[in-house]
């Protein structure tokens, strides 16, 4: 047992722990907060309501990559020196995307009237803010200012929360959980972008279009693969809003919410780290194994750490806290460990690719792992409980194929870091 924990702590010496550290305490904080009142607005916020939300938050997921062309990816493989010119390329592809979305949207609704029309007005306005935070939170990791970073998450989650506890006097329904939402990113992305202002004095930033382009191209081969992606992630909140209820997407919601916290205090920040540290190795012609092997650790010890506290506390928390409209969650959410397990672990190591510039292997794992868990559809006749177990099982899978584009990838550049 020593020798074990020996072997770990060995293991992830070599990791940036202090950012990680800084980085996972902010997001504990920031998910604590509005946690803290989740009992509160479920009470006073019905089911339906909360699937309505979800569905908002899913469209807005998918709109993102539309809207950065995942150029936030640069960012972080690219030079310390030419990060700030790298988040100026990325904010102006952002706002000509949002421009030609909003048109486009502004376009439908001039000859069609569609019911969903509002929310995908309102899931743009949320897109492009989230963004904007994307990429300047990127740009503030390269320049070493994890401290300011760790400040972002915080100041999201406490404004959304007291926008949401005023409005909620006044109104109660899910316009009221997307406003707040909105206003909760609107202030993030003012502190996220004032930040990188100040960390750059006296350089001169260049517009030009071909810049633009060029920058556009350098993703192209990863774009598609992550709007599937994301579709991917969003579809199952979506299917179950519309194939079965309102209602249903809303313990829905809360099942995933509860599944989500260790994805949102850990592997979000490790998945940035990672390609960051990796990326900054592999433009020194070093090894990498050393370090991977560290993540895979770390990772491994806080998936079945998060799994076990999970499975042991969330059926009681559900039952002493919400009102009984919603303990269906607790079995949807003991279903969904079976793909947070393997979620944990291989969706941060995934972002070895990147960092490896294996573009091609990150976009044909991705386009695989979408489809098989999209094809879960075909399902779509079968209970909501035995629906879950298949769409989990398939999750946990189409994960773990990543470990083969692995091995291939860091193989190829061990090899060549031999022969220089």
Same mark, same amino acid.
């Given at each position: ?294 993540? $895979? ?29 919603? $303990? ?73 194929? $990543? ?18």
């Amino acid at each position: 047992m020593v020798k074990t924990i020996s072997l770990f702590f060995k293991k992830i010496k070599k990791l940036d722990i202090k950012v990680l550290i800084k980085l996972m305490t902010s997001g504990l904080i920031a998910g604590l907060i509005p946690l803290l009142f989740e009992p509160y607005f479920k009470s006073i916020y019905s089911p339906q309501d909360f699937g309505k939300y979800d569905v908002f938050l899913k469209i807005l997921a998918i709109m993102i990559p539309v809207l950065t062309l995942k150029s936030e990816i640069i960012i972080l493989s690219t030079d310390i020196a030419s990060s700030f010119q790298k988040w100026f390329n990325s904010l102006c592809i952002i706002i000509i995307n949002s421009l030609l979305f909003l048109f486009f949207l502004l376009l439908v609704s001039f000859f069609f009237e569609i019911e969903i029309l509002r929310t995908l007005m309102l899931s743009l306005i949320g897109a492009f803010e989230f963004s904007v935070i994307l990429i300047s939170v990127n740009t503030l990791i390269k320049m070493n200012k994890s401290t300011l970073v760790s400040f972002q998450k915080p100041i999201r989650r406490i404004s959304e929360l007291i926008v949401l506890l005023i409005i909620s006097i006044f109104l109660v329904n899910s316009f009221s959980l997307i406003i707040s939402s909105l206003i909760g990113l609107l202030f993030a992305m003012i502190f996220s972008v004032k930040c990188v202002l100040m960390s750059v004095s006296g350089y001169k930033l260049k517009f030009r279009l071909r810049t633009l382009i060029n920058s556009a191209k350098e993703t192209k081969n990863i774009l598609l693969s992550e709007v599937i992606n994301t579709v991917s992630f969003s579809f199952l909140s979506v299917f179950i809003y519309y194939n079965y209820s309102a209602t249903e997407s809303g313990l829905m919601e809360l099942s995933n919410k509860i599944v989500s916290i260790p994805q949102v205090l850990f592997c979000g920040f490790i998945a940035i780290v990672i390609q960051n540290k990796l990326s900054n190795i592999v433009n020194e012609n070093k090894s990498i194994i050393t370090y991977v092997k560290g993540y $895979l650790y770390l990772l491994t010890f806080i998936s079945l750490m998060s799994c076990i506290i999970i499975f042991f506390v969330a059926g009681y928390a559900i039952q002493s806290l919400f009102t009984e409209d919603w $303990l269906g969650s607790i079995s949807f959410v003991n279903i969904l460990l079976i793909q947070l397990s393997i979620f944990i672990v291989f969706s941060p190591l995934s972002r070895v690719l990147y960092s490896l510039k294996a573009y091609r292997s990150y976009r044909n794992w991705q386009i695989i792992k979408s489809l098989l868990i999209i094809l879960t559809m075909l399902f779509y006749e079968l209970s909501l409980y035995s629906f879950l177990l298949i769409y989990s099982t398939t999750t946990a899978l189409a994960y773990l194929l $990543l470990i083969i584009f692995l091995v291939k990838e860091i193989k190829i550049y061990e090899s060549s870091i031999l022969k220089i």
